[in-house]
């Protein structure tokens, strides 16, 4: 009787993990067969220490892409059962996966698989066209799966009040040096295998604009091509903020963005409010709610685009000798 994943089933499964979404493209993370079980590495080495000192943002990318696994594993006939950070004297090993029960995936699971391919962040404006309420709340139950919570931002002067903590969130990162230097160095003009090409960042930001934009670098828009006057805002969060909640966090987030993605939706990320404790603190008392904002989105209806690349599985794979 087969015990445990095998090099096959993590090959397989860890080509739709890379898949998932990563501050500037930084893709943190390994994965690796040890005991039968597969098991999920926040890979110190590329975390970003200028914008993420904490390791927020890797801990939230290494959750995104253990939820991929999952699905993969799953639609595959061998759910897994997961065990969040197993090794107290481990911090790095965020996630251990051993086979469950096989069974057939639910529908559910092969629609969430289904789109992964597609899913990207999308930075352009979004066409007016408001996001019907059914459509929110298929959102929030895909937070409230992964016991996340997921708040919209709803009323002009709500949206008013929490662009203006985005932008000066933004202003105060924008300050820093080492913030800036780490940016430029992720933002890439030439195909490369990680980090932010300059083509998917987004028009260059204008002063008009309601919320900040990252500066990874894009083109001046198209005149009249402004951003949409009233953005849908959403926030994400976990009923607490321990590297655990942080791990529950990315898979929440993942869920959201692959239901946006089957639901026609674009996305993008903002999380310049987050990394900011000031900002990420106000964003929490105006949302009135117990629990810790873990990532900002701005969703709508927008022009189709392409996913940016990543390293190959073989490079974030920790394989036995003689296994590979
Ligand atoms: C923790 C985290 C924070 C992010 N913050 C931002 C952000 O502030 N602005 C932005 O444009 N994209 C942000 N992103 C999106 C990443 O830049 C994006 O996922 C990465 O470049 C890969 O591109 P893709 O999402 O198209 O696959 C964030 C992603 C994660 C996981």
Same mark, same amino acid.
Request: aromatic share 6%; with cysteine.
């Given at each position: ?9 993590? +090959? ?6 890379? *898949? ?49 696994? +999952?699905?993969? &594993?799953?639609?595959?006939?061998? =759910? ?13 090993? &965020?996630? *251990? ?5 096989? #069974? #057939? ?11 992964? =391919?597609? +899913? ?11 996001? =019907?309420?059914?459509?929110? @709340? *298929? ?9 996340? @919570? ?24 924008? #300050?820093?040096?080492?913030? *800036?230097?780490? &940016? ?38 198209? =005149? ?64 009135? +709610? ?35």
């Amino acid at each position: 009787m087969e015990t445990g994943f095998t090099v096959e089933q993590l +090959r397989a499964a860890a080509a739709d993990a890379v *898949r998932a979404p990563s501050l500037h493209n930084s893709q943190p993370w390994r994965f690796r067969l040890r005991d039968g079980g597969i098991e999920v590495l926040l890979d110190r080495g590329r975390r970003l220490p200028a914008t993420d000192p904490s390791g927020w943002g890797a801990r939230i990318a290494c959750g995104a892409a253990l939820f991929n696994l +999952r699905l993969a &594993l799953a639609v595959a006939g061998t =759910p897994a059962t997961v065990r969040l950070r197993p090794y107290p004297t481990e911090p790095d090993v &965020l996630a *251990r996966l051993v086979p469950d029960v096989p #069974r #057939r995936p639910t529908p559910t699971e092969q629609m969430l698989y289904g789109v992964i =391919p597609h +899913r990207f962040s999308n930075r352009a404006p979004f066409w007016p066209d408001p996001v =019907p309420a059914d459509v929110r @709340w *298929r959102l929030g139950e895909a937070a409230r799966a992964e016991q996340g @919570w997921l708040e919209m931002v709803i009323g002009v002067s709500a949206v008013n009040a929490f662009a203006e903590v985005a932008r000066s969130a933004n202003r105060v990162l924008e #300050r820093d040096p080492a913030y *800036r230097a780490e &940016l430029a160095e992720w933002v890439r003009s030439a195909p490369a295998p990680d980090g932010v090409p300059a083509a998917a960042g987004g028009p260059l930001g204008e002063p008009q604009d309601l919320l900040p934009s990252r500066g990874f670098g894009g083109r001046s828009r198209a =005149p009249g091509r402004d951003f949409e006057p009233e953005p849908l805002v959403a926030v994400l969060g976990t009923a607490g903020n321990t590297t655990t909640d942080q791990v529950v966090a990315g898979q929440a987030l993942q869920r959201v963005l692959l239901t946006a993605t089957d639901a026609g939706l674009g996305v993008s990320m903002m999380s310049q409010p987050i990394e900011v404790p000031g900002a990420r603190e106000a964003l929490r008392l105006s949302l009135g +709610r117990f629990g810790t904002p873990q990532m900002v989105m701005r969703i709508g209806y927008g022009q189709p685009g392409s996913p940016t690349p990543r390293r190959s599985v073989d490079e974030v794979l920790d394989v036995p000798v003689g296994q590979a």
